[in-house]
């Protein structure tokens, strides 16, 4: 091999293993990387791509960095050793305090710190945990700086940044990539010295803790436009108020709150809990608002306690928050002036300051070195004087009137303030109201008086009125698909509404709702892939399922695998999945499968999607697959050739039900898959078989009326063209040809079946009957009715010899071409008088659509039903045709074909007008029944549907002359007679030249016409249009010979009236 030959194989390899990494399949990336390997030993793409891990997530974690300011010019200031000594102190201070917070240091560069929330420890609030943290990262650092400019005479400061974005999250290297990363570097240096500055992506999220000060936004290196930032002052003091948020059902919640209220107001009431359990989002607060405000109503007085997933256990942490929120106290706030505000607060409510403020300082931390001589008691005695002090405290608050207790979130209260709630529900005295709030749990006691509800999501009736409530202008379909995505939880509705129209809609998750939900699922590594799986493979599975999908990804080097079931169990009993059935799972949130959708990388999620592709078809044993789900997961892996034939049979199995639209769908749905595979013969392959399909279907449903039709047609011949495939090309002509016949473009339709056996190759010896019988049908439309009945018999005589499943499994064309010859034989031997044969090939069409498929079975069987009712009204029996009439009517309705629908309705109101003619209506009558039956065809003609529409237009003519309106009947049939040139549509040319006849006032011309109507019946060989001929020219000359020489050659019985009457003449 040259050395050219050597790279070209190189690249090649490279190519199709990078493709094979983008599509998730790593083993075989990592052969094509081992071949490249073992011809170039040091290829470094090579060993890139080996080295790849697959142990990654995609996460939208919250990230900050913290740098020191100059460091550079600090180094130089003072001795390394000082150096380092602060540094690390620096440090130290981070890892405690990160620590605390329960983030994580992911990496230390020079002198930043690259910090995570969210991992490996997810939490409900990292935003907060994070700026909080950065906080007092800062305030350290200020400690520090003092202490270095006392000790050393220099001073060091900090910058923060702090970010949250998605980013891949490679495990196994404990590193991150992406923007997101990049950008919260980049916000440091847009930070004062000893402040932290948040993005745009993290503001809207911690407004109601932190105060923070927006500024404008400013270009930053590496980082394209200008980049928004906010600098955080400080901890909220006192509480942001909640966006009201209308209450919707809740009847009972709210009867009862109504009626505590009223005993507490009245000093009665003796149960004064009310306990309101629920997950997250459920509606808990916004019932103790509810609460609120009706005390506030009456006159009462409100207090609040607030639980804080960062301090649950910190003693009475509630209780201070209370107390800071009160005296508007801050983490800036230094202990003496912490004890100035208690005072005040406490000689506020009439409290003795001197006994209770020793007491109440520890609450808040501040000790008695700030000016308070500390309580001379220990143990437990200090505990509970604590703890009465606390009570009183909040009693004066509260008052002596009607009044309400809410404690918020008690699933997050330590045990000191526990007993508090306890203590406030016995020592009240009726006119105390107690709201408690919590998640599902354990946190309530037995022995307190309280009533509980554990509160249900809404119904979709009620979710849907708070979406209208919350923003009237959603409309229908968007409300119908936030109650799907939501499940009835407020707290999801509300933040996806407001997301709608803004950039967060593109979003899967709102990012208020990100944390809480991802905190619910993550507990260890093991849940990660099984999430990943159950995500893609939808909001219900079942464990078989699941477990194909994981194991099928399965390393051989790898151990046992994960435990599919014991992870399902754990994630039941944390509520983010729920049981269905004895072995099926489900999200019990749509929001909660968003979330895990979103963890695996694309090149995971791809290899998910066709793994779960995989085992759907690999579990349909004796059962279809859900094909159109099989083909989404195959789009969704880019596996777009696999798609594309799901699609297929997806459409196959909806042509089978009928559901000829949704067939359509998934034709059209495969065209887009195939558009995105690689060009080359055998997409263009791909492509025709599914044009070809789709324009069939649309030929069946929509018949000529569809530009659609032509179009797909034409588009196969061009790929049959380009191709240079004889079979492909015979199929695209075949398909023109069906169009071409419903227009009446004959000559058209004739020129391309009498090119077709040219065509023919080998293995489609089935064609030769099924072109004869297409022609067949060609040449009784030009009315050539003896060459017609030749190739329909020879069609007929022909397809004995071949095996009927061929034609059923290749034929594209809607008429079924044995049906089809069928039929145009019975009009063959009708136009001969032989009813008898007529009626044969009449039922034999009938037999054969029942052999068909469907759409193939309906349409030809209202193809035939057509001829029925043609024959019926030929020969007289109007009954009959109405009866076939209203049948075909109510099987087109029946099967969806809307072509075959008008058709019908024409049909039926064809034989009603002739029933009218029978029956003596008077002038009027018919003139309505010709109009109506005008507007019927003309429509057909404005939708290029030309085949058959002269014999209407025969019986148009007779009702307008028998109507009295030989003028009009000579139009309408001259306008027939037109047509028939124009397309060379010529079977009923004799009837409609005897019809004119009629409408000619003339005898002499009324005989002329007559005599060239006979001619042309006896050159077709229509005998009987020729035997109603000179019935009609005996009735202006008498001539019996004429009429005696016809009827010896009219083969049909006495069934025909017509034959009645010339043998009564004769007679």
């Known amino acids: 091999m040259t050395p050219g030959e050597n790279s070209a194989l190189i690249d090649e390899l490279l190519d199709r293993a990078v493709r094979a990494i983008n599509e998730g399949d790593r083993a075989t990336a990592a052969t094509l990387a081992g071949e490249v390997l073992a011809v170039d030993h040091d290829n470094p793409d090579a060993e890139d791509l080996l080295s790849a891990s697959d142990h990654g997530e995609i996460r939208r974690l919250t990230i900050m960095f913290a740098d020191l300011v100059d460091s550079t010019g600090l180094s130089t200031r003072v001795e390394p050793e000082t150096y380092h000594a602060l540094v690390g102190q620096f440090r130290k201070h981070v890892v405690r305090i990160v620590g605390s917070y329960e983030g994580h240091i992911s990496s230390v560069k020079g002198d930043g710190v690259l910090v995570l929330f969210g991992h490996p420890k997810p939490h409900e609030n990292d935003v907060r945990r994070a700026i909080s943290a950065g906080l007092d990262i800062a305030g350290a650092v200020a400690h520090l700086s003092e202490q270095a400019e006392r000790k050393f005479g220099v001073t060091i400061d900090v910058r923060i940044g702090i970010h949250r974005g998605v980013v891949y999250l490679d495990v196994e290297q404990d590193d991150i990539y992406g923007l997101a990363a990049n950008l919260a570097s980049r916000l440091t240096a847009l930070a004062e010295p000893g402040s932290v500055v948040v993005s745009d992506a993290v503001a809207p999220l911690v407004r109601e803790h932190f105060e923070l000060d927006d500024r404008p936004p400013v270009p930053v290196k590496g980082i394209d436009g200008v980049l928004a930032h906010h600098i955080v002052a400080a901890e909220r003091s006192a509480d942001t108020p909640a966006r009201s948020v209308p209450l919707i059902g809740r009847a009972g919640e709210r009867a009862c709150l109504r009626e505590c209220c009223r005993r507490a107001h009245e000093g009665t009431l003796n149960v004064p809990g009310v306990a309101f359990r629920g997950e997250a989002g459920i509606g808990k607060t916004r019932l103790a608002v509810e609460a609120a405000d009706m005390v506030k109503a009456c006159g009462g007085t409100v207090v609040e306690l607030r639980g804080s997933p960062l301090h649950t256990d910190t003693g009475l942490y509630p209780v201070r928050r209370f107390i800071e929120r009160r005296c508007g106290i801050t983490r800036l706030t230094d202990g003496a002036a912490r004890l100035r505000l208690l005072f005040d607060e406490l000689r506020s409510h009439n409290l003795d300051p001197t006994a209770a403020l020793p007491l109440l300082a520890p609450v808040l931390g501040v000790g008695p070195e700030h000016g308070y001589r500390q309580a001379a008691v220990e143990g437990r005695t200090l505990y509970e004087l604590i703890a009465a002090t606390v009570r009183d405290y909040l009693t004066a608050c509260l008052g002596t009137g009607m009044n309400l207790l809410i404690t918020e979130d008690l699933h997050w209260y330590d045990p000191s303030t526990m007993e508090l709630v306890g203590s406030m529900l016995s020592s009240a005295n009726g006119r105390r109201l107690v709201v408690m709030t919590g998640r599902d749990g354990t946190w309530l006691r037995d022995d307190w008086p309280v009533h509980t509800f554990d509160l249900t999501p809404l119904s979709d009736a009620e979710s849907d009125a708070l979406i209208r409530a919350l923003d009237p202008t959603v409309g229908r379909q968007q409300r119908a698909e936030v109650c799907r995505r939501c499940d009835g939880v407020p707290f999801h509705i509300e933040h996806v509404v407001a997301g709608i129209g803004t950039l967060e809609d593109q979003a899967r998750v709102p990012e208020a709702l990100y944390d809480p939900l991802f905190t619910r699922m993550h507990t260890d590594t093991d849940v990660v892939p099984v999430l990943e799986a159950a995500a893609v493979i939808g909001r219900t599975g079942d464990l078989a399922l699941l477990r194909s999908v994981l194991d099928d990804g399965a390393r051989p080097d790898s151990a046992a695998g994960v435990d599919v079931e014991g992870v399902v169990a754990e994630l039941t009993a944390i509520r983010v999945l729920e049981p269905v059935g004895a072995d099926g799972w489900r999200f019990r949130h749509e929001l909660l499968r968003e979330v895990a959708i979103e963890l695996a990388p694309p090149s995971v999620h791809r290899q998910l999607h066709a793994r779960t592709a995989n085992a759907l078809v690999r579990a349909a044993v004796d059962v279809e697959p859900d094909w159109p789900v099989v083909a989404g997961h195959y789009a969704q892996a ?39 595979c690689r060009p080359g013969p055998t997409r263009d392959r791909a492509e025709f078989a599914v044009r070809l399909e789709r324009g069939f279907i649309l030929g069946a449903s929509l018949g000529t009326m569809s530009g659609e039709v032509p179009r797909e047609f034409q588009r196969c011949l061009d790929l049959a063209n380009a191709g240079n495939n004889d079979d492909d090309l015979f199929a695209a002509l075949s398909a023109l040809v069906s169009y071409y016949v419903p227009r009446a473009e004959l000559q058209r339709a004739r020129d391309l079946l009498e090119s077709l056996p040219g065509r023919l190759t080998e293995n489609r010896r089935w064609s030769y009957p099924a072109i004869s019988s297409a022609l067949g049908s060609v040449l009784w439309l030009q009315g050539d009715f003896a060459s017609a009945r030749k190739y329909l018999g020879r069609s007929l005589e022909e397809w004995v010899e071949h095996d009927p499943r061929e034609l059923d499994n290749a034929w594209w064309v809607n008429s079924d071409p044995v049906s089809t010859a069928h039929t145009y034989l019975a009009l063959t031997h009708l136009v001969r008088g032989d009813l008898t044969r007529a009626e044969e090939e009449l039922t034999a069409s009938v037999n054969r659509c029942e052999n068909l498929e469907y759409p193939q079975n309906a349409y030809n069987r209202q193809h035939t039903y057509f001829k029925e009712i043609w024959v019926c009204i030929e020969c007289g029996r109007l009954d009959e045709a109405a009866a076939a009439a209203a049948e075909m009517r109510r099987s087109a309705e029946q099967t969806g074909l809307d072509l075959w629908r008008m058709v019908s309705s024409t049909e039926y109101a064809t034989v009603k007008a002739l029933m009218a003619l029978r029956d003596g209506a008077d002038a009027d009558a018919l003139q309505v029944h010709a109009d109506r039956l005008i507007r019927r065809v003309d429509g057909s003609r404005m939708m290029s549907l030309n085949v058959y529409l002269t014999f209407h237009d025969a019986v148009i003519g007779r009702l307008l002359t028998a109507a009295g309106l030989p003028g009009r009947a000579r139009e309408r049939l001259d306008l027939a007679l037109q047509h028939a040139q124009e397309t060379g549509m010529h079977f009923h040319d004799a009837e409609l030249m005897r019809e004119r006849a009629h409408a000619l006032a003339d005898p002499a011309d009324r005989r002329a016409q007559l005599d060239a109507a006979k001619q042309l019946a006896n050159q077709q060989g229509a005998t009987l249009f020729e ?29 025909w009236p017509e034959r009645i009457r010339a043998e009564r003449i004769l007679t």
């Open 638 to 676: 880019h596996r777009f050739a696999e798609a594309a034939q799901a699609y297929q049979k997806a459409s196959v199995v909806a042509r089978r039900r009928g559901a000829l639209q949704e067939a359509l769908d998934c034709l059209t749905n495969a065209l887009t898959q195939i558009s995105n």
């Open 1027 to 1055: 035997l109603r001929c000179a019935l009609d020219c005996f009735d202006i000359t008498g001539d019996e010979v004429s009429l005696r020489s016809t009827l010896q050659r009219f083969p049909g019985d006495r069934r």
